[in-house]
């Protein structure tokens, strides 16, 4: 009980101080607003009381307007006190319109600690519903509004929090076509999105608009957080922060892309990029920086859950002198982004669904069924994904190879060779089947299986097109539709 109240004593007494400090903070400013009314006076100084003949009689004194309001002062204090807001910044902030792309992992937490600071106008921009595996990292939603528009129910939390910022939704993608007319009324720009697609796009349509960019991704337990196109330069200048194109020139292999939904996400992991996107915006708006030309030092932070320390700064490059996106030759113009010629999805090579086998290499999921009803044709049900997925669920009989552990195969393995262990178990099923008999792959939806197909029958193991082997369209997804509705969905 003492620790308790000794504890307690030490809170009241913070709370005190800054009371007292806050109270100190408007002292200061109604002095100053006296003395502006005073010629020649200095602050602390007090107007005369001497009086002359023929002066005017005092007036009482009447109520001047504060720059806030009396619960704005309460609501934003404890972060005015501090050198770095202050009024100045506190008044920056709620004259500032800040655009937030994608109300998913990252958005949620940026947008309500936007919000919670005070940002004049926040405007949100997503086509997607709530979905109950959104929920355990988008922490904005609520198991109440699954099914509703995500800028909707972000609209219905961040008014709750703060009824003073005006919100407004976008409830759809952002396209070519609708990108810079989109940005065009906000101060700065965050990209909470998660697709290459999407953070070309974005970039491009800043670097046009004008408008600084703040960049955020997050995939398992790792994510990194850059601040682009600060400052902004017209096209004629080759001053200016890098854009994406120059930090990333070309899109990822279409192999490497990993979502959430295939990958996985911590959701601490996203909020902690989430928040140090807003933080970074904040900044940037109450320093008043956004209106500096002053070049700024680009670095990406990377963030690293179960590293020590799990956070580390690297340099980048300024702007590429022959970048595309946004150098003096550049080849991208307003004209042409508003036209929609550029499809970004072909330029990131995206094929929706993956689709890379023929049709004889493919059956759909009632086959699988029939084979396995059967019981009496020899084959092996190959299941690509990572051993902690297919902990989760998995169909009886099916061997467990991850798809990382056979792409990483340069040969026709040998049960004694040196691989990962995981592929001594398509080795061992093999050597008590025939030689022709069908090797079937599957994954969660249907893509990785088609990769592992081709990678299979580049090492030999189709026995020179003597034995079949295909994928699974559609994977555990088309299964859980078609075949048995109880399948465990992820």
């Known amino acids: 009980m003492c620790d308790l109240a000794t504890t307690a004593d030490g809170v009241r007494i913070q709370i005190e101080s800054l009371e007292s400090r806050l109270h100190e903070l ?34 009482p004194c009447t109520r001047r307007p504060w720059p806030l309001n009396a619960t704005e002062y309460t609501r934003y204090g404890r972060q005015m006190i501090m ?86 939704a976008y409830p759809n993608h952002l396209t070519p076509a609708n990108a810079i007319a989109t940005m065009k009324d906000y101060d700065l720009v965050l990209d909470c999105t998660d697709h290459p697609t999407s953070r070309y796009l974005i970039s491009d349509a800043a670097v046009l608009s004008g408008k600084p960019l703040i960049s955020g991704s997050a995939l398992k337990t790792e994510g990194q957080l850059m601040v682009l196109n600060n400052p902004p330069s017209a096209s004629d200048q080759q001053a200016g922060g890098p854009c994406y194109r120059c930090i990333f020139p070309k899109p990822p292999p279409i192999e490497s892309v990993v979502s959430c939904g295939d990958g996985g996400i911590l959701g601490p992991v996203v909020g902690v990029i989430g928040i140090l996107m807003a933080l970074e915006a904040i900044k ?10 002053k070049n700024v030092t680009p670095s990406m932070l990377l963030f690293s859950a179960y590293s020590a320390p799990p956070f580390r700064q690297v340099r980048l490059r300024g702007k590429r002198p022959k970048c595309t996106g946004c150098s003096t030759v550049r080849a991208i113009t307003k004209d042409i982004l508003n036209s929609g010629s550029i499809d970004y999805k072909v330029m990131c090579g995206i094929l929706s669904p993956l689709e ?39 169909l009886e009989g099916s061997v467990n190879v991850p798809m990382s552990a056979i792409e990483a195969m340069t040969e026709l ?71 048995d509705p109880e399948w465990p969905e992820y």
Request: glycine share 12%.
């Open 26 to 59: 408007k002292r200061q400013l109604a002095e100053l607003g006296e003395v502006a009314k005073v010629p020649n006076a200095k602050p602390g100084t007090q107007p005369s009381k001497r009086s002359t003949q023929g002066s005017p009689k005092p007036t």
């Open 413 to 483: 393995p040998g049960i004694v060779l040196n691989y990962d262990p995981t592929v001594n178990r398509l080795v061992a099923g093999l050597e008590d089947l025939p030689f022709d008999a069908p090797i079937y792959t599957i994954c969660r939806l249907g893509n990785d299986s088609q990769l592992v197909v081709r990678k299979l029958k580049s090492l030999g193991y189709d026995n020179n097109g003597q034995r079949w082997i295909g994928d699974i369209k559609g994977g555990y997804r088309a299964w859980r539709q078609q075949v």
């Open 356 to 394: 890379i086998l023929n049709k004889d290499e493919r059956i759909d999921v009632q086959e699988l069924r029939n084979v396995l009803d059967a019981g009496n044709k020899p084959h092996i049900l190959l299941d690509v994904r990572d051993d902690t997925q297919f902990g989760i669920c998995n």
């Open 284 to 293: 940037l708006i109450a320093s008043g920086d956004m209106d500096s030309e």
């Open 83 to 168: 050198p770095e807001i202050g009024l100045h910044g506190q008044l920056s902030l709620r004259k500032s319109s800040v655009l937030v792309i994608g109300v998913g992992g990252l958005g949620c937490p940026a947008a309500q600690y936007l919000a919670g600071a005070g940002v004049g106008t926040i405007g949100l921009v997503d086509g997607d519903i709530v979905e109950l595996s959104n929920l355990h990292r988008q922490i904005l939603h609520t198991t109440e509004r699954v099914g509703q528009l995500k800028v909707d129910s972000a609209i219905t939390g961040l008014s709750q929090l703060n009824p003073n910022v005006q919100f407004i």
